[in-house]
């Protein structure tokens, strides 16, 4: 396993053991509102610090761009980073949320970490080594169409500028799916992508930390992700689509010109 991944995964369960210390006494956290249902506690700020001086214990001269402390410092290697990816879950005892980590290098994720402590699942990617859960090699289903795949996606929850085109979206995938969930962790819902526990996934406004780690495990996983014009601009844009190769195909088709 690459030394950069072992220090991940050593960050990530630090991060989880302050997560789940925290989730026996929610009802006494300090709870902020950064948007319109967009919360962060005193948890997710512990978390990211716990994470974060663990992967500059090691690499004191990486940069780091995290979900809570913004931007920090200059370097071709960036580790990204969302400390408690579900949140509004996590808060309403609902156990579907994450830790995600992973290190750009010059712009391109190489290495991967989602751990879900809830069910103790470790995924992990190094590119161009392949997508593992708990050090057993995954790879996305088989699912050829879209009439037989179960589909993930997130709800806008606090800019609606581009509601109206989401739920003609949501209302044709529906009808041509064997089924839409939204489980409220885009970084999970990716790591499941990669597993074949769903088999496609689209979502709009995401930032980089939600992003980033799960990309890498669809890619090393055998799957496809882009932004919604079929692009590789997903961690600018935000707007992204994923899945099996035939079943992102028709999602692509069908959430770029919904209704037609």
Known sequence: MHPMLNTAIKAARRAASVIQRASNNVDHLRIES??????????DRAAEKAIVDTLLEAYPKHAILAEEGGSRGESDDVWIIDPLDGTTNFLHGVPQYCISIALAHKGQVTQAVIYDPNRNDLFTATRGAGAFLNDRRIRVSKTKE????????GFPYSKFGKLDLYLKQLGEVIQKSAGVRRPGSAALDLAYIACGRYDAFWEMGLQPWDIAAGSLLVLEAGGLITDLNGEGNFMESGDVVAGTPRAFAQLLQTVQAPGR
């Open 34 to 43: 950064k948007d319109h249902n967009s919360f962060v506690t005193e948890v």
């Open 146 to 153: 879209l009439a037989d795949s179960l589909v993930c996606t």
